[in-house]
């Protein structure tokens, strides 16, 4: 889903929000969550079309994208704070043609087109200030615990950030925290761990 972010600033050359979507759910076989699998199938049922299925068929206006969303949040209770747009975010931080002061607005856009939570969102640009309690306390606490200490769903954001944050902090090289991280867990924290883990490495070299 990181390559669908990526395709559209290069091809589109801006962010485009229905655009993105419809390459999410064009390219379905490759790993979604629960709660975007369910956007997918609300809007398949608003396709009218009876042929074979393009990326075309999968872009629909903002309005309607905005009501699945809503809808999938209240199927899921509210527990749409995934780590699924935190996956996928890290290009809107290298697009030229979004500035940094855009920048957390723009990766709340890109979380909603799928996770109604804004916390799915703050988690992908944490260090942006006014955050939820969760994540503030996250970033207070993981300096401070041995190992996470967060107490939720295995996919809800806020844990995979400490997670993650839990083995960048002790990170000797990329491979290797990278490694560890996706022994523990594969699908959530171990793609969160390689984008901070990279991050950290880069700017190391600089300096």
Not at 28 to 49: A, D, F, P, V
Not at 121 to 146: E, K, M, S, W
Not at 163 to 179: C, H, I, P, S
């Amino acid at each position: 889903m990181t390559l669908n972010v990526t395709e559209n600033l290069l091809e589109c050359q801006k962010f485009d929000g229905p655009d993105i979507l419809s390459r999410h759910l064009y390219t379905r076989e490759c790993e979604i969550g629960e709660i975007t699998k369910y956007i997918y199938q609300e809007l398949i049922k608003r396709n009218s079309s009876q042929s074979t299925l393009t990326l075309e068929n999968f872009c629909f206006d903002q309005s309607m994208i905005d009501e699945i969303v809503k809808l999938a949040d209240k199927k899921f209770d509210g527990h749409t704070a995934a780590c699924s747009p935190a996956q996928r975010s890290y290009p809107l931080a290298f697009c030229q043609y979004i500035s940094d002061d855009d920048l957390f607005d723009f990766t709340m856009l890109e979380a909603k087109l799928t996770h109604y939570s804004p916390i799915a969102g703050q988690v992908a640009v944490f260090t942006t200030p006014r955050l939820h309690n969760d994540i503030q306390n996250v970033l207070l606490c993981h300096r401070r615990y041995v190992y996470p200490d967060v107490k939720a769903r295995v996919v809800y954001a806020p844990t995979v950030l400490n997670d993650a944050l839990y083995f960048v902090d002790g990170w000797e090289n990329t491979t290797q925290v990278t490694a560890n991280a996706h022994r523990k867990d594969k699908y959530y924290c171990a793609p969160i761990v390689g984008i901070l883990a990279g991050a950290r490495c880069e700017i190391s070299e600089e300096t």
